[in-house]
């Protein structure tokens, strides 16, 4: 599944990219509470290995968190 991790780490690399653009830290910070709160409840992994672990355990959700991330222009 390296479709995964290839995903995982544009959003991981464009939230790095963004972080000090404020409207976009917060949407990217919005949209991970909601979905990487489940692959990563106590919130201690990096934002990539969150997002990987979201790909393989909860991929719907995980496509759902991509198509919101496109959809608001971050990825």
Known sequence: MAEIEDIAFKIAAA???NYFVVPKR??????FSEYLSLADPN?????????????????????EMVKQLKELGLI
């Open 15 to 17: 939230f790095e990219d």
């Open 26 to 31: 917060n949407a990217f910070n919005a949209i």
């Open 43 to 63: 919130a201690s992994m990096e934002p990539y290995e969150a997002i990987v672990r979201l790909g393989y355990r909860f991929r719907p959700e995980f496509d």
